[in-house]
Nanobody
């Protein structure tokens, strides 16, 4: 059974930082491409950042220079370091894993940027 468990969301002031974590089980993490997506109410889920099994990274234009995705294969965990947060970053963030062609999703973690 594949499980992706996100943590690290919460309330932060504009300009602040948060680090999201996603712990994976049930997959061979080192062979999986991982990513973070976000979805606001009434909108489509959008890519935030991805990191391949070979640690190549890709970012949405809206987060380049502010967010950093990384992975720790020893801990089966992918991270999203989010800096210089703005209210526009407020939404639910989802962890994604692609393993052997299958997509898996976490339950989501809420990030709220507000003063």
């Amino acid at each position: 059974q594949v499980q992706l468990v996100e943590s690290g969301g919460g309330l932060v002031q504009p300009g602040g930082s948060l680090r999201l974590s996603c712990a994976a089980s049930g997959i061979i993490f080192s062979l999986s491409d991982m990513g973070w997506y976000r979805q606001a109410p009434g909108k489509q889920r959008e890519l935030v950042a991805t990191i391949s099994s070979g640690s190549s990274t890709n970012y949405a234009d809206s987060v380049k220079g502010r967010f950093t995705i990384s992975r720790d294969n020893a801990k089966n965990t992918v991270y999203l370091q989010m800096n210089s947060l703005t209210p526009e970053d407020t939404t639910v963030y989802y962890c994604n894993a692609i393993f052997r062609g299958w997509h898996y999703w976490g339950q989501g973690t809420q990030v709220t940027v507000s003063s």
